[in-house]
């Protein structure tokens, strides 16, 4: 992926348009909002070498983005992809 819009155009083409921590459809491609159901797991700032891995995109509803740490599935992925990054890194 070169780009956040190239990575959010993959993961959109390939998973299916449900929220991953409630199940209930996604807003469509054409609503102002869709850009905010793509939620990175592991922070852009923190780890910028994560930024456009797919792995680290969980979709999501804009409203369950706003607390996106508060989901017990959000959390088990950021500590996978933690141990990952962290493992890649040594």
């Not at 102002?32 to 592991?42: E, G, K, N, T």
């Not at 910028?48 to 599935?73: A, G, W």
């Amino acid at each position: 992926m070169r780009s956040q819009k190239e990575l959010f155009e993959f993961v959109w083409a390939t998973r299916e348009h449900v929220s991953e921590v409630s199940g209930k459809p996604l807003l469509p491609r054409h609503d102002y909002r869709w850009h905010w159901q793509f939620a990175h797991i592991l922070s852009k700032g923190q780890y910028p070498s994560f930024k456009l891995n797919p792995e680290n995109i969980m979709l999501m509803l804009p409203e369950e983005h706003e607390k996106q740490e508060r989901y017990d599935l959000f959390n088990e992925r950021k500590e996978a992809l933690k141990r990952q990054y962290y493992e890649n890194k040594n």
